[in-house]
Nanobody, 121 residues
Framework: QVQLVESGGGLVQSGGSLRLSCAAS????????MGWYRQAPGNQRELVAD???????NYADSVKGRFTISRDTAKDTVYLQMNSLKAEDTAVYYC???????????????WGQGTQVTDSS
């Protein structure tokens, strides 16, 4: 079992910044990938950014140049720095982590509970 605790969402004016955090804990042998997804009302959940164990990252085209994903491996925590926020960034943001529970286990994915980011303009 893996638990994810998200924080950092809230109201922000267009052009503002927010930083999301997601800390993983529990029965973790290794973390393969940590990422952020978002879902706006009426839309499907979409990838915002992810970062893999080797350090490579991947971004949605809509956030490139504005958002930065980073990871603190010692704390099993992933961050999403969101700058120059736009109205279209309004959504519930979900943390997603892919882990192995043991050396011989497969990979398992866990979702966070979600945190709301709202453009207040």
């Amino acid at each position: 079992q893996v638990q994810l605790v998200e924080s950092g969402g809230g109201l922000v004016q267009s052009g503002g910044s927010l930083r999301l955090s997601c800390a993983a804990s529990g029965s973790i042998f290794s973390i393969h990938v940590m990422g952020w997804y978002r879902q706006a009302p009426g839309n499907q959940r979409e990838l915002v950014a992810d970062i893999r164990s080797g350090g490579s990252s991947n971004y949605a085209d809509s956030v490139k140049g504005r958002f930065t994903i980073s990871r603190d491996t010692a704390k099993d925590t992933v961050y999403l720095q969101m700058n120059s926020l736009k109205a279209e960034d309004t959504a519930v943001y979900y943390c997603n982590v892919g882990v192995k529970y043991s050396r011989d286990s497969g990979f398992f994915t866990t979702w966070g509970q979600g945190t709301q980011v709202t453009d207040s303009s």
